[in-house]
């Protein structure tokens, strides 16, 4: 899978969770959906710094 697919699916799948967390009312589904929409973000985060690093990086070098 292309990192820039990954980034996106990744990035649909935590807004899917937070807006899923705004339209519940019970307190056990909030936690359970701030808990998935953290570990997504940090998953993102990590691809997005990956990245990052690598455009540093010349053919060349």
């Known amino acids: 899978m ?3 697919k990954l980034l996106e699916n990744l990035a649909k799948e935590a807004n899917a969770a937070l ?3 705004a339209k ?7 936690e359970a959906y701030s808990r ?3 570990n997504l973000c940090e998953s ?3 691809f997005l710094n990956l990245q990052n690093e690598m455009m540093g990086f ?3 070098d």
Request: glycine fraction near 0%; proline fraction near 0%; charged fraction near 50%.
């Open 2 to 4: 292309e990192i820039d």
């Open 19 to 21: 807006t899923a967390m």
């Open 24 to 30: 519940t009312k019970d307190v056990n589904e909030k």
């Open 36 to 38: 998935i929409a953290k």
């Open 44 to 46: 993102l985060e990590i």
């Open 58 to 60: 010349d053919d060349d």
